[in-house]
């Protein structure tokens, strides 16, 4: 069984196995017996190489065993291997010949957090979010009938991905075209089943072996000559299956259930694995898993070290000084977290809903407070956005707190059942704009875009943690859909007003009046902008409201200056800098304008700070936009 470590390793540890095992090719040439011992290599290997980088952490030790059985069995990169969601995949990215890139994760011009095609051909499909495994790997496995191939697809999904309803069409789509395929639910201690044992094991190896499988086709055979005899005796498999196994749904939906069996041993995951990788049709393997395994402290708080930060040096002995931490405010969700307490307290109608994110939208204290009004609704954020709205339609006030790339998932529900029915739901959305490390998948980058084409919809961009409170408050109070958006990270440090008085609906704040030139901020890059108005002498208006924008205002300064220029962490095409152009087209206003905001590409992975430069929406890059715009 695996070895247990207390610690991080400062030192690369010595590896001899998995020095040997640099690729599935070369993994598939070692014997059985030593496997055990490369899944220990392999765990502390992982455990140094993110304590370099920092990432998600706790998902990648639980699978440790099972990427090993998974390379070891089947003949990848031509069978083709697609995880869900994609943190579980850092083991799999050192057996595929990326261990020495592991030192750039997340960093810019280095390897992604996520599995990407791009990247590496052992990569078959690229993930942002949960729940697509299933689907892209059935496209896989009806390609390879389409040309006569015989390559696998396999998809594992786990961390709670398999809640999302986006799996069960593609559970249920399978068996109806016959696909041959291999689904491995990886069952990390979340909730599925109870603990397995040796007998659960011994099922498995059974169910799953050739013998059985042929006995089972040759009886049917010969039972359904008789007639009812054949029911009787699928009925009678399937009660004595269901006692055994929770395989009983999944075997309903057509496919061949297997388990589940101890996802850390691993003679019989390779047993199993072994015993399924040749059967015809959709088959199922349910492994149970603990995340964190092998780590004793991420065992005991599986979600506190489901990612951490870059582990800096314990003392300045090692001749490296730790790095000064920079005062900032309260983080952006934590004043949400607080908000959403202190609105819950004076209004018993509001309800908080969150798919899966209690802790990234630092839900945890209206939880604890207010539990029959806090649901999870796990990673389904279609259901979440249509709940929301039935809560609306009889007396609740919903509240949704979302990131904004999830978001996404639920455009449909938040146009045709919230927006359409003009339902009073408040979209508090987190992780706007550039994100870092995760990359272009989890970047907020459309939502201004997609926000405000809405019909009824009001959008605002809150510039720092006071402006966030009393615009939540604004969003509440409204009658209709409305949405806040927010980043990741911490604000200026503003002094947070404690009422709970909404703004004036569409009012914008002129912070700094200059001349010749003014800079239209929509969100947080107001202190980036105030910085170049003292600099360029420039007017500098923090707009607050994407839809509806302050008209007036916008009359006025295109009247009294030379150039407008809007700024936002967003889209420039379709977002905020684009409703001002079709404002002044529509009243025609002809007055330059220059949109500065993210590119028509995906940025890529790296240190926000980074990223923003890159776009251009650092002071610097601001400052040099508008030199060059007043120079032409």
């Not at 540890?13 to 220990?40: F, I, Q, V, Y």
């Not at 979209?427 to 990359?439: Q, S, T």
């Amino acid at each position: 069984m695996p070895k247990t470590f207390h610690e991080f390793p400062r030192e690369r540890p010595s590896t001899p196995l998995l020095d040997r095992a640099a690729t599935p090719e070369e993994l598939r040439r070692l014997g059985e017996a030593e496997l055990e011992t490369l899944a220990d290599e392999l765990r502390q290997d992982l455990l140094y190489s993110v304590g370099l980088t920092g990432g998600h952490f706790g998902a990648g030790l639980g699978v440790i065993e099972l990427t090993i059985a998974l390379h070891y069995v089947f003949d990848t990169p031509d069978d083709r291997l697609v995880w869900d969601v994609g943190h579980q995949a850092y083991p799999h990215k050192i057996l595929t010949g990326r261990r020495e890139r592991m030192a750039s994760l997340r960093m810019k011009d280095g390897i992604a957090a996520f599995p990407r095609r791009s990247e590496s051909e052992y990569d078959t499909f690229g993930v942002g979010h949960s729940s697509t495994s299933i689907s892209a790997a059935l496209g896989m496995a009806i390609a390879a009938r389409m040309q006569g191939s015989g390559r696998k697809s396999i998809a594992v999904i786990g961390d709670g991905a398999l809640t999302a309803g986006m799996a069960f069409e593609a559970l249920n789509h399978a068996p109806e075209v016959g696909a041959d395929m291999l689904v491995v639910l990886n069952d990390n201690d979340m909730s599925i089943s109870r603990n397995v044992g040796g007998l659960s094991n011994y099922l498995a190896k059974i169910l799953s072996s050739r013998t059985y499988t042929s006995m089972r086709e040759g009886s049917k055979k010969v039972l359904s000559r008789l007639p009812g005899a054949w029911e009787i005796a699928r009925r009678t498999e399937e009660y004595a299956k269901g006692m055994l196994v929770p395989g009983t749904l999944f075997e309903e939906l057509g496919w061949n259930y297997i388990g589940p069996i101890d996802g850390h041993d691993l003679p019989t995951l390779i047993a199993t694995l072994r015993n399924m990788r040749d059967l015809k049709g959709p088959q199922f393997l349910h492994v149970v898993t603990k995340k964190g395994k092998g780590f004793a402290p991420a065992e005991v708080d599986p979600i506190g070290y489901h990612a951490i930060t870059k582990l800096e040096p314990a003392d300045s002995s090692a001749g490296v000084a730790p790095a000064a931490k920079k005062i900032a405010g309260p983080k952006y969700s934590g004043v949400f977290g607080q908000w959403l307490c202190d609105m819950a307290e004076s209004d018993p109608r509001l309800v908080g809903i969150t798919p899966a994110m209690k802790e990234g939208s630092d839900l945890v204290a209206f939880s604890e407070r207010f539990p029959q009004r806090y649901f999870d609704v796990a990673i389904a954020e279609q259901h979440a956005v249509t709940l929301a709205a039935g809560l609306a339609c009889d007396g609740a006030k919903p509240v949704v707190a979302i990131y904004s790339t999830f978001l996404q998932r639920g455009y449909d529900q938040l146009i045709h059942d919230v927006a359409v029915q003009n339902l009073d739901v408040l979209f508090a959305i987190d992780r706007a704009g550039l994100v870092g490390e995760d990359g272009p998948t989890h970047a907020g980058s459309f939502d201004l875009a997609y926000l405000r084409c809405i019909p009824g919809m009001l959008v605002m961009t809150p510039s720092d943690e006071n402006e966030l409170r009393r615009l939540l408050c604004t969003g509440y109070r409204f009658e209709g859909p409305a949405a806040v958006r927010y980043p990741r990270g911490s604000g200026p440090n503003a002094r947070i007003e404690p009422g709970l008085e909404p703004l004036e609906i569409g009012k914008a704040v002129v912070r700094r009046q200059g001349s010749r030139v003014a800079l239209l901020v929509f969100g947080v890059q107001l202190t980036e902008a105030l910085a170049v108005g003292e600099t360029l002498d420039a007017t500098v208006v923090d707009m607050r409201f994407v839809k509806p924008l302050d008209e007036a205002l916008l009359r006025e300064l295109a009247d009294s200056h030379e150039l407008l220029v809007s700024i936002e962490e967003g889209s420039v095409m379709g977002g905020a800098g684009s409703a001002v152009n079709e404002f002044l087209a529509r009243e025609g206003l002809l007055k330059p304008i220059l949109n500065l905001g993210l590119p028509d590409r995906y940025v890529e992975h790296a240190k926000p700070a980074e990223m923003l430069a890159e776009c251009g929406l650092d002071e610097a890059g601001i400052e040099a936009a508008i030199r060059n715009r007043l120079a032409r």
